[in-house]
């Protein structure tokens, strides 16, 4: 690998180290569910939707949710990690690189975020609690499914390896099932798993050190780490902080992505803007289409968007931390990406404004764009139930700037 890249931490748009390996630039596509997987294996839709933002100029591309277990998908029809898998991986891996990019793998178990019905097994968590989403109980994990989950995360990083990505990002976030046992309200067990932020955080840093052991310094290792969830009694930013300590002093993470937020609970606190009630009815059957004209209003609670929305909380960890951090959150204006850089930040996640214009870091480096077109409808969102990129069309698009 390269090791001479100068640290310009004002020049979003120049070449980057990320662990061992070097980003051309320090932009990356954040994962958002592709919905493009409906055997659970890679098609040519999926990588397809990675080529594009390759090839349209950003440093690397992350592939979203490759499950580390079959009952750690948020429904059947995702990859997750296994031997079949890693053929079409690879296939991936090799476009993405033939358009200049890197590729990170996002692994992870969905716990009690999982659809217990679609995947046919039941959704665990660190507690027994009843998921009004997917109408069944979570079951709690045991011990020994809970050391399984820890060496899977290691396991599918082997498997992302022999695949061809440069990097992994272990989720750590959303209250899937790490982020649930770090959540004092969803964690109410009483083992060496339960109480303590250092019990409750054991899964989150046994799931980095499995996968540091698994990778070494072959590719980078990055972590998805809620700031917070969202919901009164949820982990908040003295806890996480805490937690981006023992990460930074374990040395298992060669950096952090920083986010927000709870796809159990509150999903809307991640996103902001405006919640698509209609289309996302539309985009489900029924029964479901039903609950969610019934309440989804008051699952999908709607934040005001402004740019750069997690950039406040950010700064207290980059004043407290060392470690490189990616910061992400309604990044759209290159000047914003800049603002971050001068402030500290190593690299910055895109994902809306990729979806609307994949071309966008392109242009950014011509000098023909500063903004993206994306409104921040969240109208992308609904679209991954039907297979489906951004959909939306603005007959007189905003001018650029």
């Not at 996640?349 to 409808?377: I, K, Q």
């Amino acid at each position: 690998m390269d090791t001479s890249v100068p640290r310009d931490v004002h020049d979003v748009l120049a070449p980057a180290k990320l662990g061992p390996l070097t980003l051309r630039n320090r932009i990356v596509k954040a994962a958002t569910f592709e919905g493009a997987t409906p055997k659970a294996l890679v098609t040519d839709q999926l990588i397809e939707y990675h080529r594009r933002p390759a090839a349209g100029g950003v440093g690397m591309t992350t592939v979203a949710y490759l499950a580390v277990a079959p009952e750690g998908r948020t429904e059947r029809h995702q990859i997750w990690m296994r031997p079949e898998a890693g053929p079409g991986l690879r296939r991936l891996t090799d476009a993405v690189h033939a358009e200049g990019a890197a590729v990170s793998a996002q692994i992870g178990h969905a716990g009690p975020v999982a659809d217990a019905a679609s995947n046919r097994s039941p959704a665990l968590g660190p507690t027994r609690r009843f998921n009004s989403l997917s109408m069944r109980a979570t079951r709690a994990a045991t011990e020994a499914d809970i050391a399984r989950i820890i060496r899977a995360h290691g396991e599918a990083a082997e498997i992302a390896v022999a695949s061809g990505f440069d990097a992994v990002e272990i989720h750590l976030g959303h209250n899937y099932f790490a982020s649930a046992f770090l959540s004092p309200k969803l964690n109410r067990r009483r083992d060496r798993y339960g109480g303590s932020l250092a019990n409750r955080a054991a899964v989150a840093r046994g799931a980095a050190r499995a996968v540091r052991d698994a990778v070494g310094d072959r590719i980078a290792v990055v972590a998805k780490l809620n700031m917070d969830d969202g919901v009164p009694g949820g982990i908040w930013l003295d806890e996480s902080l805490q937690l981006a300590r023992w990460l930074q002093d374990d040395g298992t993470i060669d950096a952090l992505e920083l986010t927000a937020g709870s796809s159990l609970l509150n999903p809307m606190y991640l996103f902001r803007g405006k919640a698509p009630l209609r289309q996302f009815a539309a985009a489900f059957p029924q029964p479901q289409r039903l609950g969610v004209q019934a309440f989804g209003s008051r699952f999908l609670i709607e934040y005001p968007y402004q740019e750069a929305y997690l950039l406040e909380s950010a700064r207290q960890f980059r004043a407290a931390l060392d470690l490189p951090l990616i910061l992400l959150g309604g990044i759209a204006d290159l000047a914003t990406a800049r603002q971050a850089m001068s402030e500290g930040f190593d690299f910055v996640a895109m994902g809306r404004a990729l979806l609307r214009e994949p071309d966008l870091v392109n242009r950014y480096t011509a000098g023909t764009s500063s903004t993206s077109l994306c409104v921040h409808c969240n109208r992308c969102m609904p679209t991954i139930y039907s297979g489906t990129r951004c959909v939306l069309v603005d007959p007189e698009p905003a001018p650029r700037r």
